[in-house]
């Protein structure tokens, strides 16, 4: 396959995020990119043809007829090639094709050189780990929540002894019926651990966090330097877990201007990671006081274009652009 003159850039996502992925393809073909936009559920129906052969100098890897061989991409996205509902099949049958279909994808995310992605996917899986977020966050000056990983109630009632505490999955989300649903923070009070602690319940292991009041609530996405953040303010019903209420007016997005100081320490927060992009959650306390939460590396912004204008999308695909011209 001929080797184009355009600068070739590589979007790992799905049909179903098109939404999200279509605007950055747009512009970056008006930058004069060639860009193929590979769509995993699409492989796996099999709609476009994907063929991967391993040779004795290089790799021969094509998606749609495109060669995608990492040699002849300048910049890649991983933008979420997700698993998806294979009609017949058990639940535990999803999981394991979804696992053989993860595998399969993965030589061609490791012909990619790591310089050449805005996040590089074994960095985003590295990243992805809350502890490892966590000292990050304490080490460049950030307040973070005592935070403690258990399944034992007497652990916890000596770990929160004058707070409540809220509990979180790992990865957010846990699998029903075939499908990935979302689990949102939960709050664990005093009085229910004292409760299962005296009737001998059996707690869910998992991360249990002190529970900080809100005063208001950050969004700051970025990319490369750029900074987009956003104040989210919810009403009573909405303040340990703004996600599941998010459509509704309990909860407001805002453009205000964030701290310049810790500002800086988001973008350096990122570096420290080698990765060019992540979405940061954080809490602001009635005192002024900033408390780091998570960073997600992969994370959600379309919503923050639509509602308040951000310019996101432009931001990536900026990004790719100049990552593409430097290789």
Not at 40 to 46: A, E, W
Not at 208 to 213: L, S
Not at 261 to 269: I, N, P, Y
Request: net charge neutral; charged share 25%; hydrophobic share 40%.
């Amino acid at each position: 396959m001929a080797r184009s003159t355009k600068r070739h850039i590589l979007i790992a996502s799905s049909e179903y995020d098109r939404r999200t992925v279509l605007p950055v393809v747009e512009k970056l073909k008006k930058q004069g990119c060639q860009v193929t936009y590979y769509k995993s559920d699409l492989v796996t129906m099999p709609t476009k043809k994907l063929n991967v052969q391993v040779g004795d100098y290089t790799d021969l890897i094509s998606y749609d007829e495109t060669d995608i061989n990492g040699i002849n991409v300048d910049a890649a996205w991983y933008r979420r090639p997700s698993n998806f509902v294979y009609e017949g099949l058990t639940e535990i049958q999803q999981v394991q094709v979804a696992d053989n279909v993860d595998r399969l994808q993965r030589a061609i995310w490791q012909s990619i050189a790591e310089h050449k992605w805005i996040n590089d996917p074994m960095r985003m899986n590295f990243a992805d780990d809350k502890f490892t977020q966590l000292r990050l966050a304490s080490k460049l000056g950030f307040k973070v929540p005592k935070t403690v990983i258990s399944n034992d109630g007497q652990v916890l009632l000596e770990a929160f002894p004058k707070a409540d505490a809220v509990f979180k999955l790992p990865s957010g989300t846990i699998s029903m019926n075939g499908e990935a649903r979302e689990i949102y923070t939960n709050v664990l009070s005093q009085k229910k651990l004292i409760d299962l602690v005296e009737t001998g319940k059996k707690l869910l292991p998992g991360i249990y966090q002190e529970r900080i009041p809100k005063a208001k609530e950050w969004r700051i996405t970025v990319v490369g330097e750029q900074v987009f953040p956003a104040a989210i303010y919810t009403d009573v019903t909405a303040k340990d877990d703004w996600r599941k209420l998010q459509t509704t007016d309990a909860v407001r997005f805002k453009k205000e201007q964030f701290d310049q100081a810790l500002t800086g320490k988001l973008v350096t927060f990122l570096k420290k990671l080698n990765l060019r992009y992540g979405a940061f959650d954080l809490i602001e306390a009635p005192n002024g006081e900033i408390y780091f939460l998570e960073i997600n590396p992969n994370g959600q912004y379309q919503w923050l274009e639509d509602e308040l204008g951000m310019p996101i999308s432009s931001a990536i695909a900026d990004e790719l652009a100049r990552i593409a011209n430097a290789n």
